[in-house]
Nanobody, 125 residues
Framework: QLQLVESGGGLVQPGGSLRLSCAASGFTLDNYVIGWFRQAPGKEREGVSCISSNGGSTNYADSVKGRFTISRDNAKNTVYLQMNSLKPEDTAVYYC??????????????????WGQGTQVTVSS
């Protein structure tokens, strides 16, 4: 069974940091582009960041550039999203997804085949 599982979410104060992990089971991630998405209540799902299969290319939404860093460890079959300088507007459920092809559209949800169940990130004092 192909599965993606996110972890690392939680409650953090503004200005704090969290590291999200996306682990795969039932398949290896090293042939897949991985994207991180988020969805806040009442809002559309937003592409936050994505990374090519070898980690050589990355893409970020303007809202997170300079604060978030995506990385991958294919040996551990895991992709990470390091989130620093968190703001209340970063509050959302964060999802990872796996897709076949890296492109300039890698933050579009329809580029992805497999999705995790999500992890809640809440930024509040």
């Amino acid at each position: 069974q192909l599965q993606l599982v996110e972890s690392g979410g939680g409650l953090v104060q503004p200005g704090g940091s969290l590291r999200l992990s996306c682990a795969a089971s039932g398949f290896t991630l090293d042939n897949y582009v991985i994207g991180w998405f988020r969805q806040a209540p009442g809002k559309e799902r937003e592409g936050v960041s994505c990374i090519s299969s070898n980690g050589g290319s990355t893409n970020y939404a303007d809202s997170v550039k300079g604060r978030f860093t995506i990385s991958r460890d294919n040996a551990k079959n895991t992709v990470y999203l390091q989130m620093n300088s968190l703001k209340p507007e970063d509050t959302a459920v964060y999802y990872c997804a796996a897709g076949p092809l890296y492109s300039d559209y890698c933050r579009e949800p329809n580029e992805y085949e497999y999705w995790g169940q999500g992890t809640q990130v809440t930024v509040s004092s």
